[in-house]
């Protein structure tokens, strides 16, 4: 090993660090190496290497990342160390980075940063997918907000009347086009249509929402003068209203209701069971009545009328009809009310 008389130059450190082979894995590591090589506190420098196919030599790769602008927040990029340099030089002369606002496609400005302005992906308005609990909700946006160059959004929920703040990007996506989902599932396109978890929450075009797909196809034929012959009635194909053990029974269905953003409340209807269509029963076009949304295979379909309740305090959340399948209700059936002599009502149970 050379032994040198002197302790390194500067210089010498600064080559070494320069041209040093190694990557910088954490971010320890790359303000270590901003810090050898010049640059302000906090700057970091993340070096990959890659290797020459032919030769096999190492390629030394940085990206200079830095924080300036108003109360430095604003994020700061670059490719090689001259422009980073430069920059640098005018941190040091003015204590922070100062961008100008690049012309029309060009990302040129006084910092010489090669990272391109955040951009938002949604503005207010705008239609979104919420991820809540593993699954995607509608809901609208009714404001946005910049954080150190990040976008948090407040959104509203359709059909759940309830909001939610400092929403990241990372938990939205594109909606579903209200009108063309609306068209998917056979209405016209001044009807709208969104995802309500599983299931869909459908618009007339008077405001009207429904959450039955049925109840909402229903109004649909009448507004389009097919009236409300027997066959728009019983449906494609019809309810049976006998031959299962369900039908006639009450049922207790319990679900939340997102109040505000911190606070959910519980709310229970009770409901009866009117009509199913059995996994057996075939469409006009010998289609099956009904697919499981968790299997995709033909499956009973229960359709429940809730009791209506004016005076509750959620009364505009509250459901009116809804279908289920049989998984969704068989445990919520009100137990069978005792007879004056102790004994259980006896009903007779049609054999399938």
């Known amino acids: 090993m050379t032994v040198y008389p002197f302790p390194p130059t500067a210089a010498q450190l600064y080559c070494r660090a320069m041209f040093d082979p190694k990557p910088t894995t954490t971010e320890t590591s790359q303000k270590q190496l901003a810090y050898a090589l010049g640059y302000p506190m906090d700057w970091r420098v993340e070096r990959t290497i890659a290797y020459d196919e032919t030769s096999g030599k190492p390629i030394i790769r940085d990206r200079i990342h830095a924080l300036g602008g108003k109360k430095n927040k604003t994020k700061f990029m670059w490719f090689n160390h001259e422009a980073a340099q430069k920059a640098a030089a005018l941190f040091a002369e003015e204590g922070t980075l100062t961008p100008t606002t690049p012309p029309s496609n060009n990302n040129n400005n006084n910092t010489g940063s090669h990272l391109l302005p955040p951009a938002p992906l949604y503005a207010k308005g705008d239609v979104v997918q919420v991820s809540y609990e593993g699954k995607w909700w509608e809901a609208q946006i009714t404001k ?8 948090f959004y407040s959104v509203f929920y359709l059909g759940e009347d309830s909001t939610q703040d400092d929403i990241a990007e990372e938990d939205l996506r594109p909606s579903e086009d209200p009108g063309e989902l609306a068209v998917s599932l056979g209405f016209t396109n001044d009807w709208k249509a969104s995802r309500k978890g599983a299931r869909y929450i459908i618009t007339s075009p008077t405001g009207e929402q429904f959450t039955s797909k049925k109840a909402a196809m ?41 109040a505000s953003a911190t606070r959910r409340i519980q709310i229970d ?49 509250l459901l009116e009809t809804q279908d289920f399948e049989e998984y969704e209700i068989k445990d919520k059936v009100i137990p069978e009310d005792v007879g004056p002599t102790g004994e259980a009502s006896k009903k007779k149970k049609r054999k399938r």
């Open 269 to 317: 209807q009770m409901g009866t069971v009117v009509g199913y269509i059995d996994a057996k029963d075939k469409d006009k076009n010998g289609n099956p009545g009904f697919l499981s949304e968790s299997t995709g295979e033909p499956a009973n379909l229960f359709h429940v009328i809730f009791e209506d309740q004016p005076s509750h305090p959620y009364a505009g959340v």
């Open 144 to 151: 946005r907000k910049k954080k150190d160059d990040e976008f």
């Open 218 to 258: 229903k109004v649909f034929n009448e507004l389009l003068g097919k009236g409300t012959s027997k066959d728009d009635d019983v449906g494609d194909p019809p309810w049976r209203t006998e031959g299962h053990a369900l039908i006639g029974k009450r049922i207790i269905w319990s679900f939340e209701h997102r």
